[in-house]
């Protein structure tokens, strides 16, 4: 490691937006740890192998998304750039417990977060360094870090800077932001840090209830009580209801998105008339982020061959990882959502996230022991390839 590092003691706090130009020294490494033959064989084959009688279909797009990669190889580079000052990131910088467990054994430290979202940033010493993830920080929490004169590194993806420009533009044109999103979610916590007054609907429910609301009106009280924890500060539905404008956390099921979109414009051309919608109404635009949008329709084409299984792979808090094994349940498949090899087996059994999000084991065989099955596997925005291999190796070894 070298030490270009001489600002240990500066007063301010410093913000790195950028690697430190070291991507070919870390790219070794990650390729190392985070790539795979057997993946890169996979995909040399046209993403199908049979091994033991088992067929591998993999989706056409998985895994590391340019954000993700762009994340964990600016958190490598800052050990490098900083090889003496200790160095925290809030939280977890991605949501796949293998990336952030190698990242703990660099030595990295991970900052709690406790369960009213309240991380421990008084661990943080003047000089220390802090990496924020790529699904950004909120405005408090980046308050809070300056006050601490520490040194930020900020892996925020582009994407998720593009929702948070659109929501900042509402507010300065004073309409209410309707984010479509997990109201717990980082990224939609960050992203409503920004957005002055906001309203949080989670999927296409929510927001039909809320677009009754504008048209016909209610009781304030139990809009209240139903968007405890997903409304501004102040927030008063009789008011801020009047102009809106949709957002939404990046990693979403990009149909409901569109659907929400288009239930606000409809509802709101229909409350205050076409000559008035562009008083009313700002158009959400496009900002389900390329990669997210690229898995889930490798996703809806996948479920379409004919498939034994399904194996869905990615941490378990992964947002994009669970739409993508939404789709397989809709169709109607046996899926699992599994986050990493340790999942599978032995004695053919699986641990997985079920859909009441508890994590679960199949008291049954979930594995044919004999014949020919074929099993579509697909991995979430923040998997590796490493693990996604390892999970195949544990399938093929229940037949071997
Ligand atoms: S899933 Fe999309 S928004 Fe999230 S880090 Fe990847 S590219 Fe960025």
Not at 185 to 213: F, P
Not at 219 to 234: T, Y
Request: hydrophobic letters at 40%.
């Amino acid at each position: 490691m070298t030490n270009k590092d001489d600002s240990a003691n500066q007063p301010v706090t410093q913000y790195h937006r950028k690697g430190f130009g070291l991507k070919d020294v870390v790219e070794v490494e990650l390729k190392k740890v985070y790539e795979s033959d057997l993946i890169a064989k996979l995909r040399a084959s046209g993403n199908v192998m049979t091994v033991n009688g088992i067929t591998i279909k993999l989706a056409e797009a998985f895994g590391f998304c340019w954000g993700v990669d762009r994340a964990v190889s600016m958190a490598y580079e800052a050990r490098q750039h900083f090889p003496d000052r200790k160095i925290w990131i809030t939280n977890e910088i991605i949501h796949n417990p293998i990336v952030n467990q190698n990242l703990r054994e660099m030595g990295i430290g991970f900052l709690q977060m406790a369960e009213d979202g309240s991380k421990d940033i008084d661990r943080i010493g003047q000089g220390d360094v802090v990496i924020l993830p790529a699904f950004g920080a909120s405005i408090e929490e980046l308050k809070s870090l300056e006050d601490r004169k520490c040194e930020i590194v900020d892996t925020t993806c582009p994407w998720v800077s593009r929702v948070w420009n659109r929501v900042v533009n509402y507010d300065k044109k004073d309409f209410t932001a309707i984010i479509h999103g997990k109201p717990d979610h980082e990224e939609t916590v960050a992203t409503a840090s920004r957005a002055g007054t906001y309203l949080i609907v989670q999927n296409l429910a929510q927001a039909e209830w809320v677009c009754n609301y504008i048209v016909n009106g209610g009781k304030k009280e139990d809009f209240l009580a139903r968007f405890d924890k997903a409304v501004s500060l102040n927030f008063d539905p009789d008011v801020d209801l009047v102009k809106i404008g949709v957002a939404n956390q990046t990693t979403m099921f990009k149909g409901e998105t569109e659907q929400i979109g288009k239930l606000f414009e409809k509802t709101i051309l229909a409350k205050y008339g076409p000559t008035q919608i562009d008083q009313h109404f700002l158009s959400p635009g496009d900002t389900i982020c390329d990669a997210t949008q690229e898995r889930q329709d490798a996703m809806l084409k996948l479920v379409e061959e004919k498939l034994d299984l399904m194996l869905v792979i990615g941490g378990f808090n992964s947002s994009n990882t669970g739409h993508l094994q939404e789709i397989a349940h809709k169709r109607g498949l046996p899926s699992y959502h599994i986050d990493g090899p340790d999942c599978v087996g032995p004695g053919n059994v699986i641990r997985y996230k079920s859909e009441n999000s508890e994590q679960t084991e199949t008291k049954e065989l979930f594995f044919p022991e004999a014949g020919d099955v074929t099993v579509g596997v697909t991995s979430g925005a923040s998997t590796p390839d490493q693990v996604v291999a390892e999970v195949l190796e544990r399938l093929f070894a229940l037949r071997a």
